[in-house]
């Protein structure tokens, strides 16, 4: 390989390899991500195991979108600890930590344009909702998901950065406007408010918690270390991902009657007869 084209070419552009020996020499860091792929796997086995006896197209549907968050959650977490979607970065003038090499996990953003919206689709089915809602909560997901990783890409201006993160907030409020304001009613029509409610409320909580991380950890102002951060998402991920779709699956499991009768304005099905 070529000699690099300065001293500092080896921190400049750290390669992956690089990358990956700085993420396992920080235990902090590292254990917040096998966490994760460990309790991912146990996810998948344990959720293909309570969707065998379903037999609606509904329940299916519901069980396929929960069970779409553990898989995505474990490439994503085998993405971070190889170093493929981890960059240092030098953060521009104004950040806390100005002018600094810091590691940012920015293939977490990315995987979740990937991982909320099967969230928010089991949400949407299970409130009977329609294609209107269930497209704008997607859209608006993915838009947040994505400005939220450019917020974090962004190394020109710390205005910019801020810029972006309120962008995604903007198209958060959108979720958190369907989420509370729109669904419980369908869901109360559907026969499904109980778990809705606690599934909801569950979400909303949680995944506030997302963007106060983002700006306290080094993202932002930079009050928390990068491995307290990614602690941080783990521990939120862990209750908003496997917990949620644990809850989730075994209500529709043994509700599955109630959840194939919702609504039938997405599949265009007839309610099963039972
Ligand atoms: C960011 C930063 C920019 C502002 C906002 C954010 C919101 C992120 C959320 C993430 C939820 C993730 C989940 C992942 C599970 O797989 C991107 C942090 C509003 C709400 C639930």
């Not at 994760?36 to 969707?51: C, D, E, P, R, T």
């Not at 549907?61 to 898989?71: D, G, S």
Request: net charge negative.
């Amino acid at each position: 390989t070529a000699e690099p084209a300065t001293p500092f070419a080896p921190i400049l552009q750290a390669t992956q390899p690089e990358v990956a020996e700085q993420i396992a020499n920080n235990f902090l860091l590292s254990s917040s991500l096998w966490v994760n792929v460990a309790l991912a796997g146990a996810s998948i086995l344990l959720f293909v195991q309570m969707g065998r006896k379903l037999q609606t197209e509904r329940a299916k549907l519901i069980w396929v979108a929960a069970l779409l968050v553990p898989l995505v959650s474990i490439s994503s977490y085998l993405a971070l600890i190889s170093g493929l979607t981890v960059s240092l970065q030098t953060m521009p003038a104004g950040h806390a930590l100005a002018g600094q090499e810091v590691l940012s996990p920015w293939g977490r953003y990315l995987t979740w344009t990937l991982s909320t919206p099967m969230i928010l689709i089991a949400l949407g089915l299970l409130a009977g909702t329609d294609r209107t809602k269930l497209f704008t909560v997607v859209t608006m997901d993915v838009a947040m998901c994505v400005t939220g990783l450019a917020a974090a890409l962004v190394t020109s201006s710390v205005l910019l950065r801020w810029a972006f993160f309120g962008v995604s907030c903007a198209f958060f409020v959108v979720v958190l406007y369907v989420l509370l304001a729109e669904w419980p009613a369908e869901a109360q029509a559907a026969g499904t408010a109980d778990i809705f409610g606690t599934l909801r409320t569950l979400t909303v909580v949680l995944w506030l918690g997302y963007p106060i991380l983002w700006a306290l950890g080094a993202e932002g102002i930079a009050v928390l270390g990068v491995g307290l951060t990614s602690w941080g998402y783990s521990a939120l991920d862990i209750v908003a991902k496997y917990v949620f779709a644990f809850l989730l699956l075994n209500w529709v499991a043994d509700n599955e009657g109630v959840v194939s009768e919702t609504g039938s304005s997405l599949s265009g099905a007839t309610p099963a007869d039972d």
